[in-house]
């Protein structure tokens, strides 16, 4: 068995977790591989001196025949493995050493035990559906989003319109700063800041939030997952920001863009004892008596 880590280099991903994680691992002779730019951190700022194997790119986790990849951080780093993981289907546990994460569910205190479910397979998969960017194409190098595509105006002083088709039928003319298509997964990101709907993770939908919009009685709108969204963006600016989960990119204005699921899911592992609603509750803070 091969496991890999993805960090990023913050001081809050300190050696203390690698040393445990390798340490653990060593006992039931199972392999450990290190994302490079990680392990240069590591060695620069801890002498770090383990000798671990690293990996750059997706294409090494498959030569290195990866089985599964820890991601130690919060909900950022959790996205950013898609891209590592890609269609490979490996699953992605989150140990989240940062603040408040939906992604990143297993708290580092737990830790060791985390470790101890993971080699003991005591934990199920949750496949989570990805939005894919159709067109324009080769924006980015990977056009898929676990969170969500965002639709946001350059500039801070005119609003944007935004005309959106769902497979072949016109929906609304949104006029606002921006437009939030989200997964299920990404119900409890910027979408729900923005007012949209709490999802579960397998529902087999998307929301479309409008951020700022100029008529108030435009609301939030849940859609099919099988559905082709398309839009067309207007407005005084030639161009736009376009965002999938953390990147950016500027499409012209007039440009059309085309969303739908991807091919593929993001596999997440939810250890024994996890569940989407303890994760609700614990984050949102349902049920607290602020009185007390």
């Known amino acids: 068995m091969t496991i890999a880590l993805y960090a990023r280099p913050v001081k809050d991903n300190h050696a203390d977790y690698v040393k445990t994680l390798s340490t653990r691992l060593d006992k039931e002779n199972i392999t450990l591989t290190i994302h ?66 939906f992604l990143a569910s297993v708290y580092k205190e737990d830790f060791t035990a985390a470790i101890n479910k993971l080699i003991n397979k005591n934990f199920t998969l949750d496949s989570r559906a990805l939005l894919q960017l159709v067109a324009p194409k080769n924006l980015f190098e990977l056009n898929v989003a676990l969170n969500e595509c965002t639709l946001i105006k350059k500039d801070s002083s005119s609003m944007m319109s935004i005309d959106v088709e769902i497979n072949g039928v016109f929906l609304n003319s949104y006029w606002a700063d921006g437009l939030i298509i989200s997964t299920p997964t990404g119900s409890t990101a910027y979408s729900l800041s923005c007012g949209g709907p709490l999802l579960v993770p397998t529902s087999d939908s998307f929301i479309l939030t409008p951020i700022a919009p100029h008529n108030l009685n435009v609301r939030p709108i849940v859609i099919g997952g099988n559905s082709e969204i398309h839009l067309k963006i207007r407005g005084r600016d030639k161009q736009s920001i376009i965002s999938m989960d953390s990147r950016m990119a500027t499409v012209q204005t007039e440009e059309e863009v085309i969303l739908k699921k991807a091919p593929y899911l993001f596999n997440m592992i939810n250890l024994e004892g996890q569940h989407f609603f303890n994760t609700l509750r614990n984050k949102l803070m349902w049920g607290l008596d602020k009185r007390n």
Do not use: C, W
């Open 36 to 101: 490079s730019v990680y392990y240069a951190y590591l060695k620069k700022e801890y002498g770090f001196n383990l000798d671990i194997a690293t990996y750059t790119t997706h294409e090494d986790l498959k030569k290195q025949k990866v089985d599964y990849l820890i991601s130690l951080g919060g909900d950022g780093t959790m996205l950013e493995t898609v891209e590592l993981v890609r269609d490979s289907g490996i699953p992605v546990l989150g140990v989240n050493t940062g603040r408040l994460g």
